[in-house]
């Protein structure tokens, strides 16, 4: 199967989880086409403008892993914060708590994978 980029689904969302501005999310894998196999929930590539957030949230019964693309940000890791920069990787697993925030002057572009424990 090939999913070509100009037939992936892009939400634009408000305030997710809690954080501040828009962002953008583009969907490589879709569970209601049972992409995952029921393994996951999440794979995308997720661009927040400068000063935009995602907010602080914990994760239950599943685990996150972002990878830093483009950009330069600001991860809380389970109260810990800690600059992030492309090549990156954060790993919040089942019962830990993140967000991310850009703190840059360009876009900074994540990929979030998120599978069921």
Do not use: C, W
């Amino acid at each position: 199967m090939i999913k070509h980029s100009k037939d992936l689904r892009t939400d634009t969302v408000s305030n997710f989880r809690g954080g501040k501005g828009e962002i953008q999310m583009t969907h490589f894998l879709e569970t209601e086409k049972n992409e995952f196999n029921a393994k996951g929930r999440l794979f995308a590539k997720n661009v927040l403008k400068p000063g935009t957030s995602i907010g602080f949230h914990e994760h239950v019964g599943d685990t996150e892993t972002y990878v830093i693309l483009s950009g330069e940000g600001l991860v809380n890791d389970n109260g810990d914060q800690k600059p992030v920069k492309p090549g990156d990787v954060i790993i919040t697993k089942n019962g830990e708590s993140h967000s991310i925030e850009n703190t840059g002057t360009v876009d900074l572009e994540v990929m979030a994978l998120i599978l069921f424990d």
